[in-house]
């Protein structure tokens, strides 16, 4: 079974611009959750889609958004790009959400902002 | 609010045992524990539910305190492959505000 699959693996983008990345889950998942990841705060929620709805949101700016296809894949955008938005940014996908059922974690996309 | 998870680090030799804590502030409604490993994807241990209930990894064991609302995870007879970050992610309330994770604790298992 391939696991989750996040594209594209490194990212370079300057201050100001927008990026999409890009989350395909385990076949049969319908969560997908997303993370971002710093030396200084850790592993950080941002929301969690399911059936297409953000179901749950962390404490991020609005200029960080998502969407959920149909096919549960899901896209998440960063606009007007801040040098503290550079970190990892993780996905993860599960049967049916973040409550009590294990996470499948993405390589992830490494955002570098000059 | 984070979960504190103690140690920040910690190094031991092979086939000495580790506790890794994890402690709320809030009730908690389950405890997830994750390792990564450097330049890889967390990957999943174990959840531990309110209540008791535990599912996951059968080489290491955790428990879920509720009174003291903390969780620990027990790593006997490290091996070098234990080596990592670990990571908890707490659930709160009824469970249905996704998880907020620890910063983690660094864990090198020496030969």
């Known amino acids: 079974k391939a696991g989750v699959t996040q594209t594209p693996r490194y990212l370079i983008k300057t201050r100001g611009q927008q990026v999409t990345l890009s989350c395909s889950p385990i076949?049969?998942?319908?969560?997908v959750s997303w993370y971002q990841q710093t030396p200084g705060q850790g592993l950080q929620f941002l929301f969690e889609?399911?059936?297409?709805?953000?179901?749950n949101k962390g404490n991020f700016p609005g200029r960080f958004s998502g969407r959920q296809f149909s096919n549960s894949r899901s896209e998440m955008n960063v606009s007007t790009l801040e040098l503290g938005d550079s970190a990892l940014y993780l996905c993860?996908?599960?049967?049916?959400?973040?409550?009590?059922?294990?996470?499948?974690f993405g390589d992830g996309t490494r955002l570098s902002i000059l | 609010q984070q979960p504190v998870q103690s140690p920040q680090a910690v190094i031991l030799r092979e086939g000495e045992d580790a506790v890794i804590n994890c402690s709320s502030s809030?009730?908690?409604?389950?405890v997830h524990w994750y390792r990564q490993k450097h330049g890889e994807a967390p990957v999943f241990l174990m959840i531990?539910?309110?209540g008791g209930e535990q599912k996951g990894h059968d080489k290491i064991s955790a428990s879920f305190n509720e009174k003291k609302q903390q969780s620990s995870l027990y790593l006997t007879a490290s091996q070098l492959s234990y080596s990592g970050t670990y990571f908890c992610?707490?659930?709160w309330g009824g469970g249905a505000d996704g998880l907020t994770f620890g910063k983690g604790t660094h864990l090198i298992i020496q030969p």
């Open positions: 809030k009730a908690l409604y389950s």
């Open positions: 992610g707490t659930e």
């Open positions: 531990l539910l309110k």
């Open positions: 889609y399911f059936s297409e709805t953000q179901r």
């Open positions: 993860a996908s599960s049967l049916e959400g973040t409550s009590n059922q294990p996470q499948h």
């Open positions: 076949s049969g998942h319908r969560s």
